[in-house]
């Protein structure tokens, strides 16, 4: 930016060519930074930049804000997607260990029913030996054993068939939320499929508009003056919703909405001056400064 240069006073270069001797006091030439303004001086009255007018000036910095306000937008939107990415990225996750967790049990149970049913087989094997057993005892009291023996076995396959119709029905449990988890995992891929190509296109395509607007922003800057132009990039810094300026609106202040008198207001409109707004600080523009 060339304002600050013409804010340095001129300094003479001594010149080497002539023969005359240089004064030693040329030698240590003092360059005389403006020293900060104070708040009240923050806004020049008169053109510094030569050609530009305050009105013109006060259209650029609108038309500045405009601008870096449609980046902040863009920044905005480009920053919520990933999240909503990394929120389904989660919700997956937490979705295939459900599933995970449910097949494993589901495992578990077929294999105890697996284990019910050799426990039947082995019952009966042992209730046929017993019935064998009883056509050759030698007393009544070895008889009486063996029919002991063989309702033992029976209780047990009455036991065991309690089991697998239990284990059975928890099967079908486990499965049918194991069937809703994979529909909802299979919605969520889909959701972040869909989420991921356009956080690939925005990212694509704002970052081409955001350097267009950068651009913009920086050719808009060229009108003011660095002073004015720090005071706007300070007051965006300190709001809450980036606006440094803002336009009157029925009577108030288009940034924090408090009242703004009508003398103020007619010195908005004449652009003569640049007026912020005594509440929040924010430069005041009349709405019609564009177009
Ligand atoms: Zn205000």
Redesign the pocket.
Known sequence: MPTKAKAKPEVKKAAPAKKEPVAPKAKKVVVVEPKTPPPAHLFPKKNEKHDYTISEKLKALYELQQIDSKVDKIRIVRGELPMEVKDLEDDIAGLETRVDNYTAEVHQLEESIANKKNSIKDSNAAIKKYTTQQNNVKNNREYESLTKEIEFQNLEIQLSEKRIKEYSAEIVNKKMIIEAARGSFNERKQDLELKKKELDGIVEETQKEEQILMKKSEEAGQIIESRLLTAYKKIRNNARNGLAV?TVQRDS?G????YIPPQQQLDVRQRKKVIV?E????ILVDPDIIG
């Open positions: 803002v202040c940034g924090c909405f408090n707004c509440h929040c600080g924010r």
